[in-house]
């Protein structure tokens, strides 16, 4: 198995990406608190309850998209695994539907596209690249980055 991750520089915009999700995802749920303990007060309830609610849900979901922006992926003969939070989520190649490396928004970056991943991915292909289905990105700051979009061409169908 070939294991692909960032390494000296790109390891840094990494870090930096996972402390910015952490905090927006804490800034988010403390404002949602501040809004609660309003609420609480009974200062326009209804309002500052779904106010808390709308900024738990967009810090969190915005605190994950940054925090697994940039995740290490390790390809072997059966399919692909990569990282999600703290787990990997394997991919048998049957589950990897393509690359789109020229339609995504910013040169350098590829989207990997599967039938299956968790439904959160759907969020980054839909963002970079305009379609429904889950994908995961790469970067060219990832170390045999080239190596890894010729192995993945060759085993799966190109979107």
Same mark, same amino acid.
């Given at each position: =198995? ?15 990406s996972k ?5 927006? #995802?804490?800034?988010?749920? #403390? ?5 609660? #303990? ?13 106010? #808390? ?16 922006? @940039? ?6 003969? *059966? ?12 991919? *048998? ?16 970056f590829a ?8 439904? @959160?991915? =759907?969020?980054?292909?839909?963002? @970079?690249a305009r ?10 700051? =990832? ?17």
């Amino acid at each position: =198995m070939q294991h692909y991750s960032y390494r000296g520089a790109a390891r840094l915009r990494v870090w930096w990406s996972k402390f910015l999700g952490v905090a927006v #995802a804490l800034s988010l749920s #403390a404002l949602s608190v501040f809004f609660v #303990a309003g609420a609480l007060q009974g200062k326009a309830s209804n309002t500052l309850t779904c106010l #808390a609610i709308w900024c738990l849900l967009l810090g969190w979901i915005l605190g994950l998209f940054f925090f697994n922006s @940039f995740p290490s992926v390790t390809v072997g003969d *059966n399919g692909l695994e990569f990282d999600f939070l703290w787990w990997k989520i394997h991919l *048998n190649w049957s589950d990897v539907i393509g690359l789109k490396s020229h339609d995504v928004q910013w040169p350098g970056f590829a989207l990997v596209i599967a039938k299956r991943a968790t439904p @959160f991915h =759907m969020l980054y292909s839909w963002y @970079f690249a305009r379609i429904l289905k889950p994908g995961f990105l790469i970067t060219d700051s =990832m170390e045999g980055y080239a190596e890894l979009l010729d192995t993945i061409r060759r085993k799966a169908r190109v979107v």
